[in-house]
């Protein structure tokens, strides 16, 4: 008789901590709310508490996302691996785990992440051209200049490729195509201070002069702060 009020009063405290604490669904709410509203420290522990009851990919991707806002790398990329693991297919998850690799000096691996986004989906551009980034650090020129070229192919308004494109034809001794990409850079974004620099500098090379102190002038007026020629 014992035994069975005693087995009564367990069910009884467990369903009432059970209710008492919040529904994983609340927690998840909670999470994203303080996520949006850039409380990233109480959506960090929202979600570990969410964790520990469902853990979910979403869930995971968060976390990651806000341990990267408080510059804590080595749990984003903890985090951004496990939503991938769950959603291995997931471009965008495994996207932010490359850019958090990267960022975190971790090149070869981000590579590795981008190439598989790319395998993935090859309609994912942003990878493309992070990719290429790497290879331009790694002065792979060639290969970026692929990556870069392939975006450009698929996103024409794309400024950042064509001057990375430029930049690798300028690194591979191809400066007549190199004009050609910074021009193409230049009609859709003509105050990006860089390519107007990289634009006055292939000038300078052909000794247009005039022309290349007019861009470097406009450049140093654009960006007077960080203006290389007066």
């Avoid at 971790?106 to 290879?135: K, M």
């Avoid at 300028?170 to 004009?179: F, K, Q």
């Avoid at 860089?194 to 654009?222: C, D, G, T």
Wanted: charged share 20%.
């Amino acid at each position: 008789m014992r035994s069975a009020l005693l087995l009564c009063l367990l069910i009884v405290i467990s369903l009432f901590s059970a209710l008492s604490q919040p529904s994983v669904e609340k927690l998840l709410a909670d999470g994203f709310a303080h996520y949006v509203e850039g409380q990233y420290d109480d959506a960090i522990q929202t979600f570990l508490q969410a964790d520990s009851t469902r853990p979910s990919a979403k869930l995971h991707f968060y976390l990651g996302s806000s341990y990267a806002a408080v510059n804590d790398y080595p749990n984003a990329i903890n985090a951004f691996q496990k939503s991938v693991r769950l959603q291995p297919n997931n471009s965008g998850y495994r996207y932010q785990l490359a850019r958090m690799l990267a960022q975190s000096g971790l090149a070869n691996d981000a590579a590795q992440e981008y190439s598989q986004v790319i395998r993935t989906d090859s309609s994912y551009l942003p990878a493309f051209f992070q990719l290429g980034l790497i290879h331009t650090d790694r002065r792979q020129f060639g290969d970026a200049l692929h990556l870069y070229q392939y975006v450009i192919a698929n996103n024409p308004r794309d400024f950042l490729s064509y001057y990375q494109a430029a930049s690798s034809y300028v690194s591979l001794g191809e400066n007549d195509s190199a004009r050609i990409a910074i021009d193409s850079c230049l009609s859709i974004n003509p105050k990006y201070v860089p390519a107007i620099n990289l634009s006055a500098s292939l000038h300078f090379s052909k000794k247009n002069y005039r022309e290349a102190r007019r861009q470097y002038l406009l450049a140093s007026e654009l960006r007077p702060e960080k203006a290389d020629f007066i």
